[in-house]
């Protein structure tokens, strides 16, 4: 036969005719599937040779099938999905073109616990490895703040469409048409929220579902750590057991060649035990150049759903909530003013809000309609226009902080995005962090994105130190108002 086959399971020492191989036949079989391995390894990158070639025993080889023994179910899916094609051919040109390839699912008597080298990984895909989620840690990751619930969610236009698909999905998670479900948006229009949201009522009301989610980024980091520390088959185990899997910034795995394919595989299989899949992304599908063609495949089998910024009437009904929540009283010309000038990404708003509350309260006082548009104006990009504040900054992108910061500092944009150590490069590259930070109100994640998925904490790392240093270094911070002023041209 032609293809891999069908798994037996249970324990065996023969083919199904019952004979047993003599020591100088298996001795052979031994040196053949080495040779096997050899040409295999010439093929594959090397980390994925010892994470799932090396935990294979070949077992016999009888009227022309060669029976492998592999640890796991799940460990076999991966095999024929990845590589069955490949073994196939291999094992056809050192076994005979008539051998096939059967398997066994038994866990093996020897322990492989090697950890492969760190240099083992495809250049494009390495980040620092981060520990798995514990059951522990993931259920307080699960345990969100209750204002990332549908009640807080505010509709407008804007947004209804995919609020209105979210709730319906939460509450048929074992059957609706929605799957996977896709919402994709700018920045701070709600999908993180919206995600969260989803998590959180399928939690309370359908509790015996098992639900998991995460950042890409984080399902990136923890696929490189199972690759390093042997741990794929409970890596795979943790997810595929999920009856509702939530993945936040899709946008970060374009590029990411080995991820996106470990990622469809869990999709797929996510989606043949009928769970349900939702995933958040800063653009269409379509828009994701970099992205596995069978990925976007699939997600076009599902639902697609855009959300934009926020207009007019949702403003207001976010401002009016968070002053009745910090306790807080504007003037209602205040209150239009805000409504009519920040802008439609929440973060801006929230964090205009913060800054008026904490004023406020602290000092004891109410606010004047001009104190108001000076915050407005330093804190939010695109309020340079607003009449009689000086223009402070234009409405800018976290690609036009890269080309300034590039332009001050004298280094390629593509090296100040890349990972080279160098002193003066890192500190360009920290520099046009912060100013990120400062500047755009993207998330963590988003910002790590564009400088080789830095992971979070490194982006808040940036951002620290630069902070830091400029108050003992007059020179980076002249620097880095210099480079503010070329963004405000």
């Known amino acids: 036969m032609s293809q891999v086959q069908a798994m037996r399971t249970g324990v065996e020492t023969s083919a199904s005719t019952g004979e047993v191989p003599s020591h100088s036949q298996g001795r052979r079989v031994q040196d053949k599937w080495k040779a096997c391995l050899t040409r295999i390894r010439q093929e594959i990158p090397v980390q994925s040779f010892q994470t799932w070639f090396d935990p294979i025993i070949p077992v016999s080889f009888i009227n022309d099938i060669l029976l492998l023994r592999v640890p796991s179910q799940f460990f ?283 004023q406020v309260s602290l000092l004891g006082k109410p606010m004047t309609l001009n104190e108001v548009r000076y915050i407005v104006a330093q804190m939010c990009p695109g309020s340079s226009q607003l009449d009689g504040v000086p223009p402070a900054y234009h409405r800018v992108t976290i690609d036009d902080i890269i080309n300034a910061t590039s332009q001050f500092f004298g280094v390629p944009a593509d090296i100040l995005q890349g990972v080279s150590r160098k002193k003066r490069i890192v500190r360009a590259r920290q520099v046009a962090i912060y100013l990120s930070r400062e500047l755009t109100g993207e998330s963590l994640a988003s910002i790590g994105y564009h400088f080789s998925n830095l992971h979070h904490a490194s982006v808040l790392h940036a951002c620290k130190k630069i902070q830091e240093e400029q108050e003992r270094d007059p020179r980076l911070k002249a620097a880095v108002q210099k480079i503010r002023h070329l963004l405000a041209r």
């Not at 514990?134 to 947004?159: I, K, L, M, P």
């Open 76 to 358: 076999f899916d991966w095999i024929d999905s990845h590589y069955g094609d490949l073994l196939r051919r291999v094992v056809a040109d050192v076994f005979g073109a008539s051998a096939t390839v059967e398997f066994l699912i038994a866990p093996s008597r020897e322990e492989r616990v090697e950890i492969p080298p760190a240099g083992a990984m495809d250049p494009a895909e390495e980040v620092p490895a981060t520990p798995p989620i514990t059951a522990e840690t993931e259920e307080r990751q699960c345990d969100v703040d209750h204002e990332f619930g549908f009640d807080n969610f505010f509709v407008g236009e804007e947004n209804r469409l995919a609020r209105k698909v979210a709730e319906h999905v939460a509450q048929h998670p074992r059957s609706n048409p929605y799957n996977p479900l896709f919402i994709h948006g700018p920045a701070g229009t709600g999908k993180t929220h919206l995600l969260y949201a989803v998590e959180q009522h399928v939690r309370r009301h359908h509790p015996g579902m098992k639900g998991v989610i995460m950042s890409a980024d984080r399902f990136m980091r923890e696929y490189v750590h199972a690759l390093q520390s042997n741990q794929m088959e409970r890596f795979l185990a943790r997810l595929l057991a999920a009856d509702l899997f939530l993945l936040d910034d899709l946008q970060c795995l374009e590029g990411k060649e080995r991820t996106q394919e470990n990622l469809l595989f869990v999709l797929s299989e996510l989606l043949k035990r009928k769970r349900q899949i939702l995933l958040t992304c800063d653009r269409s599908p379509v828009a994701l150049t970099r992205m596995n063609p069978r990925l976007i495949a699939l997600f076009q089998n599902g639902l697609i759903v855009d959300i934009l910024p926020c207009e007019h009437p949702t403003r207001e009904k976010i401002i009016r909530h968070q002053l009745e929540r910090h306790e807080v009283e504007l003037e209602e010309k205040i209150v239009q003013f805000l409504a009519e000038h920040l802008s439609g990404n929440a973060h801006h708003l929230m964090a205009v809000m913060t800054r008026i509350a904490a």
